[in-house]
């Protein structure tokens, strides 16, 4: 069964800070999605991971994917106010469509 | 635009009285799920479906129908709502290729009195 691991789950950060957001998976994974969520509002593709090694980057994030180790990263780059949301990993069952949901981590970028 | 749709985006019921959530894509995917959203437990897979016809149960099945009777619609159907069902919903579609993102309906947030 893919079990998701988010860390940390709340992160709150001073503007023009780096940090990073960590997804550990347990077992094989196709490929992988970060998604972003504003209170109250549906899901925002961020990212899709589709190999090890893949990295690609959006503005101020980057998003990471080590398929050996199982393990993405979401790295943010002098945080602004605006990036604050809910940030969720989702692997891909290996062979379906299937998203498997970490918890999420609740960015808060404070001024 | 393409665009997963949902409706409606609120309702409040009560104990027992059936309701359908629906929802529509129109980028001709094949794959289509349900999930619902709750406080501390991230997103989890209800139903979902391949293609016409073929849905399966997702890890959180109980109290909940689908039915994928045209490729664009897969509605989710509660015979018998009760209060632990109240929760944010979300339908999502893709093509089932694996190149592609997962497209998000704006969400139905479901209260059972």
């Known amino acids: 069964e893919l079990k998701v691991e988010q860390n940390p789950l709340f992160l709150s950060m001073q503007e023009g800070k780096n940090y990073t957001i960590y997804c550990n998976y347990s077992?094989?994974?196709?490929?992988l999605y970060w998604y972003r969520q504003d209170p109250g509002k549906s899901l925002e593709s961020l990212f899709v991971l589709l190999s090890n090694g893949a990295v690609k980057q959006e503005g101020r994030l980057m998003a990471s994917l080590d398929t050996k180790a199982r393990l993405s990263t979401l790295h943010i780059t002098a945080a602004v106010h605006d990036l604050s949301a809910t940030y969720f990993c989702?692997?891909?069952?290996?062979?379906?469509?299937?998203?498997?949901f970490g918890k999420g981590t609740k960015l808060t970028v404070n001024p | 635009e393409a665009q997963v749709t949902q409706n409606p985006r609120y309702l409040i019921t009560v104990t027992g009285k059936k309701l359908t959530v629906t929802c529509s894509q129109n980028m001709n995917h094949e794959y289509m799920s349900w999930y619902r959203q709750d406080p501390g437990l991230g997103l989890r897979q209800i139903y979902y479906s391949m293609n016409v016809e073929v849905t399966d149960k997702g890890d959180v099945p109980e109290g909940y129908k689908v039915s994928r009777k045209e490729k664009r619609n897969f509605p989710l159907i509660l015979e018998s709502p009760s209060p632990n069902q109240t929760s944010l919903y979300f339908c999502?579609?893709?093509?089932?290729?694996?190149?592609?993102?997962?497209?998000f309906g704006q969400g139905t947030r479901l209260t059972v009195v």
């Open positions: 989702a692997p891909c069952k290996a062979g379906s469509e299937k998203l498997v």
């Open positions: 999502a579609s893709s093509t089932g290729e694996q190149t592609t993102e997962a497209f």
């Open positions: 077992t094989t994974s196709d490929r």
